[in-house]
């Protein structure tokens, strides 16, 4: 087995936090790392590390390392400089997308006679285009090319991202690979501090700040919650790195003076301190135009922290009627059930806590008991 560990080598070298989709890939190399080598994508060239290598390189990207990065600038650089034996035939693991809208990717791939396992995460830059960076469209259209042309087997991480590929697939009369919905495992946040961070009750939104997440929405709110309770209002803690066609956001983050005293940003984050923050929350309040699973939602839920969510068919699937839904365009719902779970005694949220009792989430062996299942009817089947 191969692991593509080009995205998480460069993100961990710009020392990036790990996003959702990093996370995923990280769990891949935790299962597999002792039956599978790096595969890095440098300077042109493939590089596949050899055993010793890829069990250094494996190691710096799951753990803290002492000299992290000198680990994997080495480790990389001795993989460029030596040629190691090529597993022609060999399972080859791109959960990330990366480089997949490349051609030469489709190239090499046939070249050395692989067999690709691919992890799909969503179809949003097609269906949504405009929440998405100018060009992301055509990038994925290429992306879902190499994935239908040259993958054996494809992942996804739920039923509502099957049916869209599905619907994809079949407006264009083209055949798929075989493919499986796998749901993705919540991070082990660990356990809230018995303080909070801050006094007084408030909210979390948690993800990168663009316009598919609907910040924008929640900041008026906040500022008619302040125009109308003054200093009783509550606080809005926002997590998460500014992304791109954020400017509105940003610009009321910036210079609206009512929300400066009210509103928390908190671009680095680690699992601890993400935990407190959920742990002592009135609720996460996740108002999504469009997603393709949510995993903050299960984070949340997982912690025993209420959901306010968006009504989406993703989240119903994946967390039933637990949270609490609205249209993500319904402003004074928002607002209202912002207020309904504001008080200790909230009926509207103590509702939840019931309705949440019982609730468990998927696991990494639930996963990968799927993903191992696919490796089997692909090698069946050769």
């Given at each position: 087995?191969?692991?593509?560990?080009?995205?998480?080598?460069?993100?961990?070298?710009?020392?990036?936090?790990?996003?959702?989709?990093?996370?995923?890939?990280?769990?891949?190399?935790?299962?597999?790392?002792?039956?599978?080598?790096?595969?890095?994508?440098?300077?042109?060239?493939?590089?596949?590390?050899?055993?010793?290598?890829?069990?250094?390189?494996?190691?710096?990207?799951?753990?803290?390392?002492?000299?992290?990065?000198?680990?994997?600038?080495?480790?990389?650089?001795?993989?460029?400089?030596?040629?190691?034996?090529?597993h022609r035939g060999a399972f080859l693991f791109n959960t990330g997308h990366s480089g997949l809208d490349q051609p030469v990717y489709v190239e090499e791939v046939r070249r050395k006679?692989?067999?690709?396992?691919?992890?799909?995460?969503?179809?949003?830059?097609?269906?949504?285009?405009?929440?998405?960076?100018?060009?992301?469209?055509?990038?994925?259209?290429?992306?879902?090319?190499t994935m239908l042309s040259v993958g054996r087997g494809l992942l996804v991480n739920s039923q509502a991202t099957l049916e869209e590929l599905t619907s994809y697939v079949a407006e264009?009369?083209?055949?798929?690979?075989?493919?499986?919905?796998?749901?993705?495992?919540?991070?082990?946040?660990?356990?809230?501090?018995?303080?909070?961070?801050?006094?007084?009750?408030?909210?979390?939104?948690?993800?990168?700040?663009?316009?598919?997440?609907?910040?924008?929405?929640?900041?008026?709110?906040?500022?008619?919650?302040?125009?109308?309770?003054?200093?009783?209002?509550?606080?809005?803690?926002?997590?998460?790195?500014?992304?791109?066609?954020?400017?509105?956001?940003?610009?009321?983050?910036?210079?609206?003076?009512?929300?400066?005293?009210?509103?928390?940003?908190?671009?680095?984050?680690?699992?601890?301190?993400?935990?407190?923050?959920?742990?002592?929350?009135?609720?996460?309040?996740?108002?999504?135009?469009?997603?393709?699973?949510?995993?903050?939602?299960?984070?949340?839920?997982?912690?025993?922290?209420?959901?306010?969510?968006?009504?989406?068919?993703?989240?119903?699937?994946?967390?039933?009627?637990?949270?609490?839904?609205?249209?993500?365009?319904?402003?004074?719902?928002?607002?209202?059930?912002?207020?309904?779970?504001?008080?200790?005694?909230?009926?509207?949220?103590?509702?939840?806590?019931?309705?949440?009792?019982?609730?468990?989430?998927?696991?990494?062996?639930?996963?990968?008991?799927?993903?191992?299942?696919?490796?089997?009817?692909?090698?069946?089947?050769?």
């Amino acid at each position: 087995m191969l692991i593509d560990v080009t995205r998480l080598v460069d993100r961990t070298l710009k020392q990036r936090l790990p996003t959702g989709v990093d996370r995923v890939s990280l769990e891949y190399i935790r299962h597999f790392s002792l039956q599978a080598r790096a595969l890095v994508r440098f300077a042109g060239r493939w590089v596949e590390l050899g055993d010793f290598g890829s069990a250094l390189l494996f190691d710096a990207l799951l753990n803290d390392v002492p000299d992290r990065m000198g680990v994997i600038r080495r480790s990389v650089g001795r993989g460029y400089a030596f040629s190691w034996r090529r597993h022609r035939g060999a399972f080859l693991f791109n959960t990330g997308h990366s480089g997949l809208d490349q051609p030469v990717y489709v190239e090499e791939v046939r070249r050395k006679d692989l067999r690709p396992l691919f992890f799909l995460h969503d179809l949003i830059p097609i269906s949504h285009p405009e929440y998405c960076r100018p060009g992301e469209a055509e990038r994925h259209h290429r992306r879902l090319e190499t994935m239908l042309s040259v993958g054996r087997g494809l992942l996804v991480n739920s039923q509502a991202t099957l049916e869209e590929l599905t619907s994809y697939v079949a407006e264009r009369d083209i055949d798929m690979p075989p493919c499986k919905v796998a749901p993705l495992a919540p991070a082990s946040l660990g356990r809230p501090a018995l303080e909070s961070y801050i006094s007084g009750p408030y909210f979390v939104v948690l993800g990168t700040i663009e316009p598919r997440k609907n910040h924008l929405l929640l900041l008026h709110v906040w500022r008619q919650l302040v125009e109308e309770m003054g200093p009783g209002a509550p606080k809005l803690v926002l997590i998460g790195q500014r992304g791109w066609e954020c400017e509105q956001i940003v610009d009321l983050l910036e210079r609206c003076t009512s929300l400066q005293a009210v509103v928390v940003e908190r671009s680095r984050c680690d699992d601890l301190e993400l935990a407190n923050w959920l742990g002592h929350s009135r609720a996460l309040l996740f108002p999504s135009f469009i997603e393709g699973y949510g995993m903050p939602l299960v984070e949340s839920l997982r912690l025993g922290v209420p959901v306010i969510a968006s009504d989406l068919p993703v989240f119903r699937e994946i967390v039933g009627d637990i949270p609490d839904y609205l249209d993500p365009v319904d402003g004074l719902g928002w607002k209202r059930h912002i207020l309904e779970y504001l008080p200790d005694d909230s009926v509207s949220r103590r509702a939840q806590l019931q309705r949440m009792a019982g609730y468990a989430p998927p696991d990494w062996r639930q996963h990968f008991s799927v993903v191992e299942s696919l490796i089997d009817q692909i090698t069946h089947s050769s």
